[in-house]
Nanobody
Framework: QVQLVESGGGLVQAGGSLRLSCAASGRTFSTYTMGWFRQAPGKEREFVAAISWGGGNTYYADSMKGRFTIFRDNAKNTVYLQMNSLKPEDTAVYYC???????????????????WGQGTQVTVSS
């Protein structure tokens, strides 16, 4: 069992940056694939990015490539999402998630993840 707690959300102007953090409890964080998802009002939850257990592999949704960066610090049991060049359409609740498997292909569907955080709100003003 692992508990995930996101932080770092807030209000930012378009073009600005935010760094989200997701702190995990437990001793097995370094064995989990980690992902970020987001959900805007009235929309389905969508995949943002994923990172392998060791941090060597990453995968992004097309609309986030070049703007968002996922990385992790296993010594701190934390995964991050650096978000640059933010747009109003990036406004959403952002969730981190953990997948216990060490799949060869990084998961991008929410049903593939086992544990979820409570989410952190990101609001981008125009």
């Amino acid at each position: 069992q692992v508990q995930l707690v996101e932080s770092g959300g807030g209000l930012v102007q378009a073009g600005g940056s935010l760094r989200l953090s997701c702190a995990a409890s437990g001793r097995t964080f370094s064995t989990y694939t980690m992902g970020w998802f987001r959900q805007a009002p009235g929309k389905e939850r969508e995949f943002v990015a994923a990172i392998s257990w060791g941090g060597g592999n990453t995968y992004y949704a097309d609309s986030m490539k070049g703007r968002f960066t996922i990385f992790r610090d296993n010594a701190k049991n934390t995964v991050y999402l650096q978000m640059n060049s933010l747009k109003p359409e990036d406004t959403a609740v952002y969730y981190c998630a953990a997948d216990r498997r060490r799949a060869g292909v990084l998961p991008s569907y929410d049903y593939e993840y086992d544990y979820w955080g409570q989410g952190t709100q990101v609001t981008v003003s125009s």
